[in-house]
Structures are given as structure tokens and as C-alpha cells.
């Protein structure tokens, strides 16, 4: 079969590999579309996390397809089901599972290999992460189950409620996910901020508040205009990178809470201004990753379009092309979900 495999930074080849043979508990299925995401992005760009992904690797993790084999005995699911299943699946037993922190598990087991023309499911996460796709919701919808999960468990943790006022720093497709998100629990006022005016331009279709141009206008100064001088109740900072960390601490106003959202670089540092904390009972924290749950909650808010993410796909390439397709996504000003059907 045809796979994408990715050796090294920016060294992604596609070539001939064995088709995976399923043993017990395991199920094959044919890929019917992959999304791009902004991990594959940084994964591609400038590498990730040994214990999450070990190179050589097919590469991708957000996938949709038929069941095309299933081992002896698995009374679930059926030849020729339509499924997408997690990237991960939890031990159930560990302490941190214990706690309920599925998504901390300490002995997580990651799936890439979405970039091919079929991917083995592995018995675990077949039990607790890989759900039927209704027949009305598209291969590439449910792809992005995904994504929209990480978000889910991230907007959990930070407590956007009704009527509050919530920045967003990074209007790529994780940033459009907490604005689609945010306006669905509603949010009274999202603000988006990014350098690109297309993207701007784009959240703005997509239901944003208010958008701010960083490159253009001091984005500390202009969310405080826009909130009466206070700041908002929730910033969430969705790109990865040191300095918009610093900066999502200076959008939120006293009690409020900055989500540190985006993963940035191993070994980078950001600094904190005390009073912030004490004086001004500002929360700060991180989530990562997603749990088996958020992954049903996703696919259900999508099946029902209560969240529409068909708008994020912008365009569609074959196997064949996904060189090609990651370097438009480096580039690119106006793409935001690429579309990889095998």
C-alpha cells in the first residue's frame, strides 16, 4: 500500500509499504480522508515529542474510513462500518486514569499513520476511542473529530461560560475551533488576533466578535479598548509559541483565565509577572491533548452541526500530493484544513 512516511524534519517521502495484517482485537481500515493539522505542521517543521512520535513513521493521526478487516472474535465493529477512531488510547488503570486525567495517562498508546491508504486500529483503542460515523456526516467532517476534541477538553478546563468575553491568539484552524466553541456556549464577545488578514478576514465569516491585526495595532491595548479597559475573562493562546504565551497573560482581566493552549518548542521558558497571579487572581494553565469522552462529544456536536466544521476544509489533494500539501500550508495565507483523500 501507499503510505506517507516521515523520516526526519521536512524529509517526507511517499512510498510502498506492507498493508498492516490485524491480530487479535484489532481492526484494518481503509482510509476515505485525512486532515492536516498544525502538529503534523510542527512535527514536519521542526520535529515533536520522542515518547508521542518516533521517527520512522507513516505520518497523520486525523483519519476517517470503512472497516475493511476485522479480527476473529471482535463482534464490533463490522466489515465496511464507516469509523474514525482517537490518536490515543488510555491504560484505564494507571494513577493519573485513576484521577480521571485520561489524557495524562502514563501509558498512553499513540496511532499515526492517517497519510496512507489504510491504518491498523490497535486492540485498546478499537474498546475505548473509535466510534461508527453516521452515513449523513462526511469522511472529512469526521476527520476533524480530532481537533475539535482537544479543543472541547481545553475550553472545559479554562470554564468559558455564557456572556463572557474570550480572546484568541492564533486564527489557524485550532483558533477557529475555540471561536466556533466559544460562540456555541455563548460566548457575548470572541476577539481574534493573528498577523494574517485573511485569516482574520475568515474568522470573521466565521462568527468572530472583533478581530485584531497584531502586525498592524498593539493587540494588548486594543482588546482592553474593546472590553471597556478591563481585559477578558478568558484568553486562550492557540498558536505555540513563547511569546504569545507572555502575551495571552496580558489580554485577561483580574480573575480571569489564560488557557495556554498551543504547544510550543521543548525546553522553551515564559516569564510571569507575579502580581498578575497574586494581586490579580489570574488562573493560568495548560491542557493537553483530549480524552476518550471529549472524543464522542466531538463527533456528536459535528454529526448534529451544532459545530459546522465543513467551512475549515479549503482544499483537497491526493496521497500522492502531501509533499506538495505542507509546504502550501507553510506558506499559504488563506489555507486552513487540507483534505487528504487516498
Not at 482485537?25 to 476515505?32: A, D, H, S
Not at 488576533?193 to 474568522?203: N, T
Request: hydrophobic share 45%; with cysteine.
Amino acid at each position: 500500500m501507499k503510505a506517507a512516511m516521515l523520516y526526519g524534519i521536512k524529509d517526507l517521502r511517499i512510498e510502498e509499504v506492507p498493508k498492516p495484517e490485524v491480530n487479535a482485537g484489532e481492526v484494518l481500515v481503509k482510509v476515505r480522508a485525512a486532515t492536516t493539522c498544525g502538529t503534523d505542521l510542527k512535527i514536519f517543521q521542526r520535529g515533536y515529542v520522542e515518547k508521542v512520535i518516533r521517527l520512522p513513521t507513516v505520518f497523520g493521526h486525523e483519519w476517517a474510513g470503512e472497516v475493511a478487516e476485522v479480527a476473529d472474535g471482535l463482534e464490533w465493529p463490522r466489515k465496511g462500518m464507516r469509523v474514525r477512531a482517537g490518536n490515543s488510547a488510555p491504560c484505564l488503570h494507571c494513577g493519573m486514569c485513576q484521577k480521571g486525567k485520561y489524557n495524562l495517562c502514563e501509558n498512553m498508546i499513540w496511532l499515526w499513520g492517517a497519510y496512507a491508504e489504510y491504518i491498523k486500529v490497535p486492540a485498546r483503542m478499537v474498546l475505548v476511542n473509535m466510534q461508527e460515523i453516521p452515513q449523513h456526516v462526511s469522511f472529512e467532517e469526521a476527520a476533524i473529530t480530532e481537533p475539535l476534541a482537544c479543543v472541547l477538553h481545553g475550553v472545559e478546563e479554562a470554564g468559558v461560560k455564557l456572556g463572557d468575553s474570550v480572546a484568541i491568539i492564533g486564527a489557524g484552524p485550532i483558533g477557529l475551533l475555540h471561536l466556533l466553541v466559544a460562540k456555541r456556549i455563548g460566548a457575548e464577545k470572541v476577539i481574534m488576533i493573528d498577523l494574517v488578514e485573511e485569516r482574520l478576514d475568515f474568522a470573521k465569516k466565521l462568527g468572530a466578535d472583533e478581530v485584531v491585526n497584531a502586525g498592524k495595532d498593539d493587540a494588548v491595548e486594543k482588546v482592553r479598548q474593546l472590553t471597556n479597559g478591563y481585559g477578558v475573562d478568558v484568553a486562550i493562546e492557540a498558536i505555540g509559541l513563547p511569546q504569545t504565551w507572555e502575551q495571552a497573560l496580558k489580554l485577561v482581566r483580574k480573575g480571569g483565565t489564560v488557557l495556554e493552549f498551543g504547544g510550543c518548542p521543548p525546553g522553551t521558558e515564559v516569564k510571569v509577572n507575579t502580581e498578575l497571579l497574586h494581586y490579580g487572581e489570574v488562573t493560568v494553565l495548560g491542557t493537553f491533548h483530549t480524552t476518550p469522552l471529549h472524543f464522542r462529544k466531538a463527533l456528536n456536536l459535528i454529526a448534529s452541526r451544532t459545530i459546522d466544521v465543513r467551512p475549515l476544509i479549503t482544499r483537497r489533494m491526493g496521497l500522492d500530493e502531501i509533499v506538495e500539501a505542507f509546504q502550501i500550508l507553510a506558506t499559504s495565507k488563506s489555507e486552513i484544513k487540507i483534505a487528504i483523500i487516498p
